[in-house]
């Protein structure tokens, strides 16, 4: 099965990240295809890589950094939620004068049209996070 | 990518007090350019999204509720309301912007894209949907 994944809420506060996470790994180890991570909302905080967690818990940024790294994942987040919540590529930071990029590795900005594009590509989109 | 699917976005919250209804807004106007079905839901508190003469001057939000006038012109005019949700805020369609669009099959007459529908009604929209985003 081709999925696409939409993912709705930020790293820690809410489980939905962690979930999302589980499933796409779960999928792939399954055999399945996700043909995008689209992330919305709150979702965009899972794509800055300063975040900084303790050693002894999970650092979700990380895992979905390792795991796009492994299956060659498309990692999107929506540009319009990320510049409202301050997720920049290098591109982005330089456009409205910010100092520096915060977004973490195998993660990229892209539109909303990704997200409509992977409703259409896949034969289901999952959403996680309210 | 010449796949059509019917794309229902269920809006659930309120204009203001959290930002689901504005970002829902704009998947809609954006997602309108990939010529898809689309079909728009409004139930529970998300009804209150469409309502008349909505200000902002009091609480330093954007006011975007002029925005849903302008969906007939995005080809978006399939839009379902729920009346329960409506009865149960003691709200009717009267309270609501009465959305319209122009029909080009119909030398272009302007017809309304509100529909009321009722529970049942809205089981069959989510179960005919073939992606269904909730915001």
Same mark, same amino acid.
């Given at each position: 099965m081709k999925f696409a994944i939409q993912i709705n809420e930020g790293p820690f506060t809410h489980q939905a990240a962690d979930t999302a996470y589980q499933f796409t790994k779960a999928a792939l180890e399954n055999g399945h295809e996700i043909f995008r991570v689209f992330f919305y909302h709150d979702g965009v905080n899972n794509g800055t890589m300063y975040g900084v967690p303790p050693q002894d818990d999970r650092n979700v940024q990380a895992l979905w950094s390792d795991l796009a790294e492994k299956h060659d994942l498309d990692l999107v987040v929506c540009v319009a939620a990320a510049q409202r919540r301050g997720?920049?590529?290098?591109?982005?930071?330089?456009?409205?004068?910010?100092?520096?990029s915060n977004i973490a590795p195998?993660?990229?900005i892209s539109g909303l049209g990704q997200l409509i594009e992977a409703g259409i590509q896949a034969e289901r989109l999952m959403v996680f996070g309210d | 990518m010449s796949v059509t699917k019917k794309f229902t976005y269920i809006n659930r919250k309120a204009p203001y007090g959290s930002v689901y209804a504005l970002e829902s807004l704009e998947v809609v106007l954006i997602g309108a350019a990939f010529e898809q079905e689309v079909q728009l839901v409004f139930v529970?508190?998300?009804?209150?999204?469409?309502?008349k003469g909505q200000?902002?001057?009091?609480?330093? +939000? $954007?006011?975007?509720? $002029?925005t849903y006038a302008a969906l007939g012109d995005y080809d978006v005019n399939q839009i379902y309301v729920c009346e329960q949700s409506l009865a149960d805020r003691g709200l009717t369609?009267?309270?609501?912007?009465a959305l319209t669009y122009e029909d080009e099959?119909?030398?272009?007459?302007? $017809?309304?894209? +509100?529909?009321?529908?009722n529970r049942e009604q809205l089981a069959d929209l989510i179960s005919d949907a073939d992606v269904l985003l909730n915001f």
């Open positions: 997720i920049m590529d290098e591109d982005e930071a330089k456009r409205h004068g910010k100092g520096a195998k993660f990229r | 529970d508190d998300g009804v209150y999204q469409l309502t200000s902002t001057d009091g609480i330093g +939000m $954007k006011n975007f509720s $002029k369609l009267d309270d609501l912007q099959d119909d030398d272009w007459a302007e $017809k309304s894209s +509100m529909n009321l529908v």
